[in-house]
């Protein structure tokens, strides 16, 4: 039998659309911000929050059964009260509810390629998108992406050069990363290439 899920862990659009979002209210005692967007399942997201309960993190999930298979599964394994889920898309809750300079880090790992030219402009990884994303980091704030589509690597590339004077690229690679999303273990081990980025806000 499930446990029932802790209070306030899903937080409902219609009652949180009309504010920007509290973050330091979201999370009681925490200083530290996150978030990830694109959580599917959140096999990412509830190991690194179980690691991390200092830090407060931030889910959002547009697809609605993934957003419900995320939600079960924080249901039966965070360990503690660091987590809240939107079901919604990132682009809307970012532009209107993620106030500035409030994020220590965001988390992007294997978004949509988006593989048709005419839905290209569908990609979240853009850089007018990356600009949004720059205002909301903190000073040295990073941004962890992830992609195993070749196509969309080459344009993640091209628009890097176009916002490269807000972020410093750092090194970053599968030796890096401390929780593997579930996508993420079965391409390596399938041998396929991963993109990995790693860019820290100047």
């Not at 949509?112 to 990884?125: A, E």
């Not at 962890?144 to 628009?159: C, G, K, M, S, V």
């Amino acid at each position: 039998m499930l446990q029932p899920i802790r209070p306030g862990v899903a937080l409902p659009t219609e009652t949180i659309a009309d504010r920007p979002l509290d973050l330091p209210a979201l999370f009681p005692g925490l200083v530290r911000f996150e978030c990830e967007i694109g959580f599917c399942s959140a096999i990412f997201l509830n190991e690194y929050a179980n690691r991390h309960p200092d830090t407060g993190i931030l889910g959002i999930e547009k697809k609605r059964s993934y957003f419900l298979r995320g939600l079960h599964n924080l249901e039966r394994k965070l360990k503690q009260d660091n987590v809240r889920i939107i079901n919604f898309d990132a682009h809307p809750v970012f532009l209107m509810l993620v106030p500035p300079a409030t994020l220590d880090a965001l988390h992007i790992y294997f978004p949509d390629p988006w593989p048709k030219k005419r839905h290209l402009r569908n990609r979240l990884v853009n850089r007018d998108n990356l600009r949004m994303f720059h205002d909301r980091l903190r000073p040295g704030g990073r941004i962890y992406l992830a992609t195993d589509h070749p196509d969309y690597a080459a344009f993640i590339e091209r628009e890097l050069t176009a916002v490269a004077e807000l972020f410093t690229r750092r090194p970053y690679g599968t030796a890096d990363r401390e929780v593997l999303t579930k996508w993420e273990r079965k391409q390596i081990e399938n041998g396929t290439h991963v993109n990995y980025y790693l860019l820290e806000k100047r």
